[in-house]
């Protein structure tokens, strides 16, 4: 079965540069999240869209910016990157059905480097 | 606010022994889902189980069985045999059934390691 695809895996920036994200879900999902695993720590909520609108926001820095495109994948865009935004960045897809709510499924992620 | 607490930060166990990882949770949410997520040294999440607030019922899968008890809000995971390729941190997590918050609240997780 197809899962969630992200690019790169792997990106290395220096500090204050621009790094974007991109994430492709699994086919027919409508529903894309994003979180930040920083080393050692349990994934963190960024931002979710639903049908191509934002639909939640969690702790997401103002440097950071994220969007759904018509064909469903989502990109985030992080700018004036920091030591601290080093991390595992994830993201997921889910499907609502009707009022209700699917699973997340995660894709493998993009470890972040920061110099 | 949603908080899962994973108070198990590191369990070592020797294969084939059987292990049970915590899961307590609070919400002030009727109707919520709970996850268990295996995330492996690759560094990928990996689905394993949800749980809706309203079924109860514990839940088998090979190996692996869930525990649900609302009275005191816990979601326990089992391991049976356990095996070196179980070695892994495994978080549970918490959600909410309400439209546009659905994001995932995470424990701190439990890292798992099998001694073979």
């Known amino acids: 079965a197809a899962g969630v695809i992200q690019s790169p895996r792997h990106l290395i920036k220096e500090k204050r540069e621009t790094a974007t994200l991109k994430c492709y879900p699994i086919?027919?999902?409508?529903?894309v999240y994003w979180y930040q695993q920083g080393p050692g720590q349990d994934p963190q909520f960024l931002i979710s869209f639903y049908e191509k609108m934002q639909s939640d926001k969690g702790s997401i820095p103002d440097r950071f910016s994220a969007q759904q495109f018509s064909d469903y994948h989502s990109e985030l865009n992080m700018s004036s990157l920091e030591l601290g935004d080093s991390a595992l960045y994830f993201c997921?897809?889910?499907?609502?059905?009707?009022?209700?709510?699917?699973?997340?499924?995660f894709g493998p992620g993009t470890r972040l480097t920061v110099l | 606010a949603q908080k899962v607490t994973q108070a198990q930060t590191e369990i070592s166990v020797v294969e084939k022994e059987d292990v049970t990882l915590d899961c307590v949770y609070e919400t002030r949410d009727t109707t919520y889902y709970l996850f268990w997520y295996k995330q492996p040294p690759s560094g990928e999440l990996v689905f394993l189980i949800r749980r809706n607030s309203f079924d109860e019922q514990n839940e088998i899968s090979g190996r692996y069985s869930w525990n649900f008890q609302k009275s005191t809000s816990s979601f326990n995971f089992t391991i049976t045999a356990s095996q070196v390729v179980d070695s892994a941190v495994y978080f549970c997590?918490?959600?909410?059934?309400?439209?546009?918050?659905?994001?995932?609240?995470f424990g701190t997780g439990t890292r798992l390691t099998i001694i073979p």
């Open positions: 086919p027919r999902h409508d529903t």
């Open positions: 997590a918490l959600s909410s059934t309400n439209f546009g918050n659905e994001k995932l609240t």
């Open positions: 997921a897809s889910s499907l609502k059905r009707g009022a209700g709510l699917d699973t997340q499924y």
